[in-house]
């Protein structure tokens, strides 16, 4: 049989017509979805709603200058989108660390991790979309006194350097 570059899988009776892509217009999106106090959540791709096994989608809009509750996602890993406003997100468990994001920026947070979305606009709505790695929405709601003043935390990772350590010349990781 020759290789053509992709698994074959059993191809449904419908030949993939209802089973296969679909979109979810934004007009319908499902408010029925666990919420934390701050923020609305609109689920659009889920179990229930589009068949999905492994993933949750959907957005979320916080207010001007509002905050949620500090929560978290049990087992689950979440990445947010920014469309568009300012985020500031604290997260730990006093709510000690912060660090903000703005349009086009994603942000990753690990499992069991408590943390709190800002929006930090005065008169602009933060609108994100958010996807989680299962299919249900977990959220657990928390009873966190946070810190007075956070920590700020800048992205860093093995490419980008904290200001101030440089990269030594051209940029480019040695190894």
């Not at 319908?28 to 919420?35: I, V």
């Not at 690990?110 to 609108?127: F, G, R």
């Not at 935390?153 to 190894?175: M, N, S």
């Amino acid at each position: 049989m020759p290789h053509d570059g992709h698994e074959h899988h059993d191809i449904p009776p419908d030949g993939w017509k209802h089973t296969g892509v679909q979109v979810i217009p934004g007009s319908s999106l499902d408010t029925n979805t666990a919420q934390t106090p701050g923020m609305n959540r609109a689920a659009a791709i889920n179990f229930a709603r589009a068949g999905a096994q492994k993933i949750w989608a959907g957005t979320v809009h916080i207010h001007p200058n509002a905050k949620t509750g500090a929560h978290h996602h049990g087992a689950l890993e979440s990445v947010i989108y920014i469309v568009k406003g300012h985020a500031r997100m604290r997260w730990g468990e006093n709510l000690e660390f912060v660090a903000e994001g703005g349009p086009g920026d994603f942000i990753f947070v690990p499992p069991y991790v408590p943390h709190q979305e800002i929006n930090a606009s005065t008169d602009e709505t933060l609108e994100c979309v958010l996807v989680r790695s299962d299919n249900e929405a977990v959220v657990v709601n928390l009873d966190i006194e946070p810190v007075e003043k956070p920590e700020t935390v800048l992205w860093v990772d093995p490419i980008h350097k904290a200001p101030g350590e440089g990269q030594g010349g051209t940029g480019e990781r040695c190894g």
